[in-house]
């Protein structure tokens, strides 16, 4: 349960944010980058960030199929393209304290129909948001074609990377 004491404020990162964002990655051993059409979330607990992470929108073009649906009650009949959401990260210090949850939630409140990946460490954290997992031969139909070739690149560093989604 998040500390309401610290204040946590969500902000959207503004352009002249990108280099402490890219910073507060760096800093924290994470690779992260912008890879588009980006906005960036920022939980901030005195004025320092302690959580972010990054929404990209998919290119129109690449959309999902809206006429798969799986066993798991995954629907898919959304119209829109997905948002990739990636690079969640909270620093050492406010982890499992609930500050990746807020920021999630706070990410899914505001953006429909979104992705992503995370290592099989990370999975209940989606799970218990909403999120379905995107396995089997639903995955090649669920994902567009840059999420695939992307979430195949990182697996190949990452084998227990996980694909999950959500229509919030």
Known sequence: MIDSSLNPCVIVAK????KSILRFYKDNHYPARFIGLDRCYL???DNNIVASVIISQGNKSQQLDPSITSNNELNLQQSKAPYFLHALLVTPKYRRLGYGE???RHVMMRHQSLICFAQESHSQLYLNNGFTKIAGNVFNQCLPPDLINRFQRYSKKK???????CHC
Request: aromatic letters at 12%; hydrophobic letters at 45%; proline letters at 6%.
């Open 43 to 45: 939980l901030k607990v």
């Open 102 to 104: 807020y920021l999630l």
């Open 159 to 165: 084998p227990d990377l996980k694909a999950f989604i």
């Open 15 to 18: 352009k002249n944010d990108k």
